[in-house]
Nanobody, 119 residues
């Protein structure tokens, strides 16, 4: 069984920075794409950023130039550096990983980490 564990959320003032981490653990699996979604109260979950196993990245327009996604394939970990944070970035951030395990390909999700940006 594969698990994703997130860390790094918290409370920060506008203009500040945070770094989120998400590590995958388990046995006999390989990771394809990884990324981050977020969900603010009353809103749908939205894709923030993704990164392929080869390192190609995508970002939501709202975070381009402020957030940076990266991954360490040796550690099965994806990171999201959040800079120049705005109050509208406040949300629960969920990491995901598209994982192949036992010949089944599916998305796995982290437990979510709260990011709160005060004005």
């Amino acid at each position: 069984q594969v698990q994703l564990v997130e860390s790094g959320g918290g409370l920060v003032q506008a203009g500040g920075s945070l770094r989120l981490s998400c590590g995958a653990s388990g046995s006999s699996f390989s990771i394809n794409a990884m990324g981050w979604y977020r969900q603010a109260p009353g809103n749908q979950r939205e894709l923030v950023s993704s990164i392929t196993s080869g390192g190609s990245t995508k970002y939501a327009d709202s975070v381009k130039g402020r957030f940076t996604i990266s991954r360490d394939n040796a550690k099965n970990t994806v990171y999201l550096q959040l800079n120049s944070l705005k109050p509208e970035d406040t949300a629960v951030y969920y990491c995901y990983a598209l994982i192949s395990s036992s010949r089944v390909l599916r998305n796995y999700w982290g437990q979510g980490t709260q990011v709160t940006v005060s004005s």
